[in-house]
Nanobody
């Protein structure tokens, strides 16, 4: 079983930055693809970014390319989401997710087995 705990959310003005962290329990972290998703009020949860086991391959939704950066530290069992140039449209609850070990990067909710509780990001104009 994997437990994920996110932190780092908050309220910022447009153009500001936040860094989200997600700490994972369990020894399988370094073998698991990790992802960040977000869900705005009244909308579906959508993919934001994903990262391979090694951290060498990263994937982003078009809406965040060039502004967000996903990274991981396998020695600390932590995955990060650096969010720059934030826009009001980025307001959402952000969720960390993990795939079962030894599977590839995926973009759909159904392909991630473990989820954190979410952290709220609010961007004001």
């Amino acid at each position: 079983q994997v437990q994920l705990v996110e932190s780092g959310g908050g309220s910022v003005q447009a153009g500001g930055s936040l860094r989200l962290s997600c700490v994972a329990s369990g020894r399988a972290f370094s073998s698991s693809v990790m992802g960040w998703f977000r869900q705005a009020p009244g909308k579906e949860r959508v993919f934001v970014a994903g990262i391979s086991w090694s951290g060498l391959r990263v994937y982003y939704a078009d809406s965040v390319k060039g502004r967000f950066t996903i990274s991981r530290d396998n020695t600390e069992n932590t995955v990060y989401l650096q969010m720059n140039s934030l826009e009001p449209e980025d307001t959402a609850a952000y969720y960390c997710a993990a795939r079962v070990p030894y599977t590839g990067v995926a973009y759909s909710i159904q392909e991630y087995a473990y989820w954190g509780q979410g952290t709220q990001v609010t961007v004001s104009s």
